[in-house]
């Protein structure tokens, strides 16, 4: 876009101003930095598919032409991108069984998309490391990684002084772009319904205002404003970057991984990818090396309430499982979004923002559920809590704090993990034991530690098992563990979407890196924590830099 270019153009003269006046910000020399992009929800197969049907050209060209590798990844249990990050960011193996969950010991539900949750998960399990983005900036993510950065490149400078005003200039003028071309594309996405409503009004009646609210509001605005607004951080020499594009993961969730619309939705973080990678080449002097990789894939899965007759997952769980002596009955807890969108401008007018587009991004995040006309799953009877996080459910006794081995459930509610695993929508039912975790499976039970069960025909059949091992090691995670992939009627999800992701399907576990030649990416990548030793060396000085 030549147009971006001439805007960025204007705003790099700003910031060499700045750099000027306030002298002493030059790069150092021999100094790499980081610029991680992530492209939410890709799994290495859908990955290779736009590749072949050349709906990433760019990346195709870099890898094909500039010698660019896809390094495979396979990022464990969870499947889900505040686990990946943690793992990622801080080098920890977290407890983060799923993106919604149960602490027993805090008696609290986590949530990553309500305000605070995040925060609080970051604090207590980063415990004081080193993020990899100190310094840095990051935008889209759970988690901060250090990063004391957002869009406001100059809540940074270190000494404010007369330049100060000049900075202050400079993110105007991204605003205001973003604000203009992100009008003119929401023009044309709202004449192009139009014309759809007046071609189909049934169709397009049913698939929503909402849908396109969403769309636009995600696929254009925040992708927008991210773009730029990383780009202004790799001309102010930012240490470390790490964007994370959510439309491919969002429209994926709504409409299956392989769907056209998710695809198309790769053609425009292509796009994003090549203007970010042509802004690094304009900038040798600062050495910025990209990293495109991905958190988890998704598996397609069908919604269990279209298989139960529109009844909900707990609601089976409950009523089948555990029958109710009396009535005593929480949930499903509200979202209060539009309070948490109003102290998220309040944090950015005090000029405290580093939080700001997780609020935002969450802000969105709150809407899925209800563009999909679903609310959050989290019921509780009788001292058991049940919570629905995707194709994933947690079943949590409450009477107790510490999680609850097998022999112990089954002294309770016998046979009640193997007749969940024989219940329809229901793949996988995974405990805890003294001598490691147990799985069921169609009413099988088998001991993973010993053997792989139900995963032994897979090629990856050893990494799942340690997955699962890691998974059930999570004190959060539930004292049974029910997935709904490798269903019967193929893989389940426990909300409605027709794509999901947390759990062990191939789809979901295997992701990549795709970095340049030059780069010593640690091989085999069987974790997400390996690359926090890589990606933690651009902190360190030339000598210890990762890259050739
Ligand atoms: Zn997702």
């Known amino acids: 876009m030549p147009l971006d270019d001439l805007v960025l153009g204007l705003q790099r003269f700003v910031d060499r101003l700045i750099r000027r006046v306030r002298r002493g910000r030059a790069p150092i020399p021999g100094r790499r930095r980081l610029l991680v992009v992530q492209?939410?929800?890709?799994?290495?197969?859908?990955?290779?598919?736009?590749?072949?049907?050349?709906?990433?050209?760019?990346?195709?060209?870099?890898?094909?032409?500039?010698?660019?590798?896809?390094?495979?990844?396979?990022?464990?249990?969870?499947?889900?991108?505040?686990?990946?990050?943690?793992?990622?960011?801080?080098?920890?193996?977290?407890?983060?069984?799923?993106?919604?969950?149960?602490?027993?010991?805090?008696?609290?539900?986590?949530?990553?998309?309500?305000?605070?949750?995040?925060?609080?998960?970051?604090?207590?399990?980063?415990?004081?490391?080193?993020?990899?983005?100190?310094?840095?900036?990051?935008?889209?993510?759970?988690?901060?990684?250090?990063?004391?950065?957002?869009?406001?490149?100059?809540?940074?400078?270190?000494?404010?002084?007369?330049?100060?005003?000049?900075?202050?200039?400079?993110?105007?003028?991204?605003?205001?772009?973003?604000?203009?071309?992100?009008?003119?594309?929401?023009?044309?996405?709202?004449?192009?319904a139009v014309l759809r409503l007046i071609a189909d009004p049934v169709a397009e009646w049913r698939r929503g205002w909402k849908w396109l609210a969403i769309k636009v509001g995600l696929s254009v605005w925040v992708r927008e404003l991210f773009t730029l607004a990383t780009a202004r951080d790799l001309y102010a020499g930012s240490p470390a970057v790490y964007v994370n594009y959510l439309d491919y993961d969002v429209v994926s969730h709504a409409y299956g991984p392989r769907h056209p619309r998710a695809l198309r939705a790769l053609r425009r973080v292509d796009d994003a990818i090549k203007q970010l990678w042509r802004i690094c080449r304009r900038l040798p002097e600062y050495g910025y090396d990209l990293y495109v990789l991905s958190d988890h894939g998704q598996a397609h899965t069908t919604p269990f309430a279209e298989l139960?007759?529109?009844?909900?997952?707990?609601?089976?769980?409950?009523?089948?499982?555990?029958?109710?002596?009396?009535?005593?009955?929480?949930?499903?807890?509200?979202?209060?979004?539009?309070?948490?969108?109003?102290?998220?401008?309040?944090?950015?007018?005090?000029?405290?923002?580093?939080?700001?587009?997780?609020?935002?991004?969450?802000?969105?995040?709150?809407?899925?559920?209800?563009?999909?006309?679903?609310?959050?799953?989290?019921?509780?009877?009788?001292?058991?809590?049940v919570i629905c996080?995707?194709?994933?459910?947690?079943?949590?006794?409450?009477?107790?704090?510490?999680?609850?081995?097998?022999?112990?459930?089954?002294?309770?509610?016998?046979?009640?993990?193997?007749?969940?695993?024989?219940?329809?929508?229901?793949?996988?039912?995974?405990?805890?034991?003294?001598?490691?975790?147990?799985?069921?499976?169609?009413?099988k039970r088998s001991s993973l530690a010993s053997e792989p069960g139900p995963f032994a025909d897979r090629p990856d059949a050893a990494l799942v098992v340690s997955a699962i091992h890691d998974l059930m090691a999570m004190p959060s995670a539930g004292d049974l563990v029910i997935y709904g992939i490798d269903a019967p009627p193929g893989h389940v999800s426990y909300i409605a979407e027709a794509g999901a992701h947390a759990g062990p399907s191939p789809e979901e576990l295997h992701t990549f890196v795709v970095a340049p030649p030059t780069a010593r990416v640690p091989e085999p990548l069987n974790h997400p924590t390996q690359l926090y030793p890589y990606f933690a060396s651009y902190l360190e000085g030339p000598e210890r830099r990762p890259a050739a």
């Open 308 to 385: 139960a007759g529109g009844r909900a997952f707990e609601r089976v769980i409950f009523d089948e499982f555990f029958p109710s002596q009396g009535v005593e009955e929480i949930g499903p807890q509200h979202p209060r979004g539009r309070h948490r969108l109003a102290s998220g401008i309040k944090a950015f007018r005090m000029g405290r923002a580093p939080a700001f587009f997780q609020r935002f991004f969450n802000y969105l995040e709150d809407g899925f559920p209800w563009v999909l006309g679903e609310l959050k799953e989290a019921r509780e009877r009788e001292g058991v809590r």
């Open 389 to 443: 996080a995707g194709p994933n459910a947690f079943v949590y006794f409450l009477d107790e704090t510490a999680p609850l081995p097998i022999d112990r459930i089954e002294a309770r509610s016998p046979g009640l993990a193997e007749a969940l695993s024989r219940a329809p929508g229901v793949g996988y039912v995974f405990a805890r034991s003294a001598g490691g975790p147990v799985c069921f499976f169609r009413g």
């Open 39 to 192: 492209i939410d929800g890709l799994s290495r197969g859908v990955l290779e598919q736009a590749l072949a049907e050349g709906r990433m050209p760019f990346l195709r060209r870099v890898i094909e032409r500039a010698g660019w590798r896809v390094h495979p990844m396979f990022v464990g249990l969870p499947s889900s991108t505040p686990a990946f990050q943690m793992a990622a960011m801080y080098g920890v193996r977290p407890d983060i069984p799923g993106f919604h969950y149960h602490d027993k010991r805090a008696r609290e539900d986590i949530y990553f998309p309500r305000g605070g949750d995040a925060a609080r998960v970051e604090r207590a399990q980063a415990a004081g490391r080193r993020g990899i983005l100190e310094g840095g900036a990051s935008y889209g993510c759970v988690f901060t990684g250090g990063a004391v950065e957002n869009f406001f490149t100059f809540a940074i400078m270190k000494r404010p002084t007369g330049s100060g005003l000049l900075a202050a200039l400079s993110a105007p003028i991204v605003l205001a772009w973003v604000a203009l071309k992100s009008t003119l594309i929401t023009l044309v996405e709202l004449l192009r």
